[in-house]
């Protein structure tokens, strides 16, 4: 403010980017009692040009000069009607390890939950270079998947905080 009741804005100071979102575009198998690196394939937005796109990556990498507070988020959809995914988890890992974890459907005999989505989220500290990728670990034998369908919007999400 000038003192005459101006406040002056820097905008460029105002934006939530880098901004990324990618999903999957074909089913992916899951193995049993594995830690598997979700395949987000399908890049929708990615304003840094930061998403590694590739098989055994499939990670966001904090830009040059990116440095900041970062909102992540995943989102994957039990849908699979012969093989319903129970007893897993999704997982956040930075840098090569586990950040955080959330619990997704447990056992519940033969009345699995169906198109329902799992989620999970945090506000990140990260430092240039730090990366970001999601994996999904189930218990339930073999033959279950994240499936790709219309409604099957796994999804996996960044942008920068404003501070």
């Given at each position: 403010?000038?003192?005459?009741?101006?406040?002056?804005?820097?905008?460029?100071a105002l934006k939530n980017t880098p901004i990324f979102k990618a999903e999957i575009s074909s089913t992916q198998s899951l193995s049993?009692?594995?830690?598997?690196?979700?395949?987000?394939?399908?890049?929708?937005?990615?304003?840094?040009?930061?998403?590694?796109?590739?098989?055994?990556?499939?990670?966001?990498?904090?830009?040059?000069?990116?440095?900041?507070?970062?909102?992540?988020?995943?989102?994957?959809?039990?849908?699979?009607?012969?093989?319903?995914?129970?007893?897993?988890?999704?997982?956040?890992?930075?840098?090569?390890?586990?950040?955080?974890?959330?619990?997704?459907?447990?056992?519940?005999?033969?009345?699995?939950?169906?198109?329902?989505?799992?989620?999970?989220?945090?506000?990140?500290?990260?430092?240039?270079?730090?990366?970001?990728?999601?994996?999904?670990?189930?218990?339930?034998?073999?033959?279950?998947e994240l499936e790709n369908s219309s409604v099957s919007n796994h999804t996996f999400t960044i942008f920068r905080l404003i501070e």
């Open positions: 403010s000038d003192g005459a009741g101006v406040v002056t804005i820097n905008a460029a049993n009692a594995t830690t598997t690196l979700v395949a987000f394939n399908s890049v929708i937005v990615d304003t840094a040009s930061a998403y590694t796109n590739s098989a055994g990556n499939y990670k966001w990498t904090v830009p040059s000069g990116q440095a900041g507070k970062y909102y992540v988020y995943a989102r994957l959809i039990n849908r699979d009607t012969s093989n319903a995914m129970y007893d897993t988890k999704t997982y956040i890992y930075k840098n090569g390890a586990s950040f955080a974890t959330a619990p997704m459907n447990t056992n519940v005999s033969s009345n699995y939950f169906r198109e329902r989505p799992e989620q999970i989220c945090e506000i990140m500290d990260l430092s240039v270079d730090d990366y970001i990728q999601i994996y999904v670990y189930q218990s339930n034998g073999s033959g279950n």
